[in-house]
Nanobody, 123 residues
């Protein structure tokens, strides 16, 4: 069992940076693949980034490659999403998710979800 809580969202200007944090609880956190997804009103949920339990393999959606960076510290039960060079099209609700033995970019295979946090990039 894993519970996830996101923090760090808010309003930022185009070109700025934000760092989202996701803190988990539960004895299996260190074995869980962690991912970030986002969803804007009227649009489908989009894969953003994911990282395996060991931290040795990371994956990124095409729209954020080179701008976003995912990392984790299992000792702190925390995963971060560093977002740089933000654009208005990055505006969405961002969700932290986790799962065991899953494909990193397939949302319906994830087992645990945070409540979501708003990121707004002004133009």
């Amino acid at each position: 069992q894993v519970q996830l809580v996101e923090s760090g969202g808010g309003l930022v200007q185009t070109g700025g940076s934000l760092r989202l944090s996701c803190t988990g609880s539960g004895r299996t956190f260190s074995s869980v693949t962690m991912g970030w997804f986002r969803q804007a009103p009227g649009k489908e949920r989009e894969f953003v980034a994911a990282i395996r339990w060991s931290g040795g393999m990371s994956y990124y959606g095409d729209s954020v490659k080179g701008r976003f960076w995912i990392s984790r510290d299992n000792a702190k039960n925390t995963v971060w999403l560093q977002m740089n060079s933000l654009k208005p099209e990055d505006t969405a609700i961002y969700y932290c998710a986790g799962g065991l033995r899953i494909r990193a970019n397939v949302d319906n295979e994830y087992e645990y979800w945070g409540q979501g946090i708003q990121v707004t990039v002004s133009s």
